[in-house]
């Protein structure tokens, strides 16, 4: 065999073995469905260690909200997200769901605060708090973990407790779960609200109203 042949021959086995190394590596960070026991949950689009902030029953309809505490859009939405809690008060279960983005420096480090505040049932205070000062961390490219811990002390948490949780590796793979259920559910940005499993398009409000009472009418 020519050497220019048995040269191609080896190029082509080459690029094969790459192309093949590729699309393995893509599989293994490919999030993975969920099993039943994970999705656990007794309400659509949760699991059983979903914080639910209303809770009213399996037969009411079921509002998702996936956030990143440091997505200004989120902020915004806050007062409003209160203000439709009030309105369907007992007509529907709403829950959050944590889905921290890479473009945001401290995401991440807010979603382990809130979690690990949840582990000590502060978790919609915390949740409160990082929307209420959003404003003096967000943004910029240094940890705000400390300034969170100091959260944690306003709020009257055990610190030892707080910090232990921050550590655990299971707090921050509570957050993953939800971020990969959130991408398996399709959701792409924040915030994104999912109404009995089905991500919901929303260009205006009334988008968002209208689907609970059809949801409410069904």
Not at 19 to 33: E, G, K, S, W
Not at 102 to 131: I, P, W
Request: hydrophobic share 45%.
């Amino acid at each position: 065999m020519k050497t220019s042949v048995k040269a191609a021959l080896i190029s082509v086995g080459v690029v094969v073995v790459l192309v093949v190394a590729a699309v393995f590596i893509v599989l293994l960070n490919r999030p993975t469905a969920p099993t039943s026991a994970e999705t656990s949950g007794a309400l659509p689009g949760t699991r059983a260690n979903s914080h639910v902030i209303d809770r009213v029953g399996e037969d009411a309809p079921t509002l998702v909200e996936y956030l990143d505490f440091e997505c200004e859009a989120c902020a915004a939405f806050h007062p409003v997200v209160t203000e439709l809690r009030e309105h369907y008060d007992g007509r529907i279960n709403y829950v959050v769901r944590y889905f921290p983005l890479a473009g945001h420096f401290n995401s991440m480090n807010a979603a382990l605060a809130v979690e690990a505040a949840a582990r000590q049932d502060k978790f919609l205070e915390m949740h409160d708090m990082m929307f209420d000062t959003q404003a003096a961390w967000g943004e910029q490219q240094v940890s705000a973990a400390d300034t969170f811990r100091g959260y944690a002390e306003e709020l009257g948490l055990d610190l030892a407790a707080y910090d232990a949780a921050i550590s655990d590796p299971a707090t921050r793979s509570r957050i993953e779960e939800d971020v990969n259920d959130g991408k398996l559910a399709g959701v792409r940005g924040t915030p994104t609200f999912v109404l009995d499993g089905k991500p919901l398009e929303l260009t205006k409000l009334s988008d968002l109203t209208d689907a609970i009472d059809a949801a409410l009418t069904r």
